[in-house]
Nanobody, 125 residues
Framework: EVQLVESGGGLVQAGGSLRLSCAASGFTFDGYAIGWFRQAPGKEREKVSC????????YFVDSVKGRFTISSDKAKNTVFLQLNSLKPEDTAVYHC??????????????????WGKGTLVTVSS
């Protein structure tokens, strides 16, 4: 069974850090771009960051540049999103997804083949 499972969310004060993990089972990330998307209550889904697994190229939305980093562990078939200097506006459910569309480092959400159920990040002020 193909699965993406996120973990690492939680409640943190502004300025704090969290490390989110996205672990795949039933398939390998080779040949995929892995994206992190977030959705806050009452807001549209937002593309946060992506990594193209094979060549390591990355993308970040402007609002998280310099604060978030993305990395991968091929042996564990896992992608990590490190969230630093968190702000209340980062509060959202964070989902990871995988796409075989590799024309860009961070393909659109509608090209994603698999989605995780998400992990909640809450940043208090």
């Amino acid at each position: 069974e193909v699965q993406l499972v996120e973990s690492g969310g939680g409640l943190v004060q502004a300025g704090g850090s969290l490390r989110l993990s996205c672990a795949a089972s039933g398939f390998t990330f080779d040949g995929y771009a892995i994206g992190w998307f977030r959705q806050a209550p009452g807001k549209e889904r937002e593309k946060v960051s992506c990594i193209r697994f094979n060549d390591g190229s990355t993308y970040f939305v402007d609002s998280v540049k310099g604060r978030f980093t993305i990395s991968s562990d091929k042996a564990k078939n896992t992608v990590f999103l490190q969230l630093n200097s968190l702000k209340p506006e980062d509060t959202a459910v964070y989902h990871c997804a995988a796409s075989r569309t590799l024309a860009t480092t961070c393909p659109p959400y509608y090209t994603m083949d698999f989605w995780g159920k998400g992990t909640l990040v809450t940043v208090s002020s």
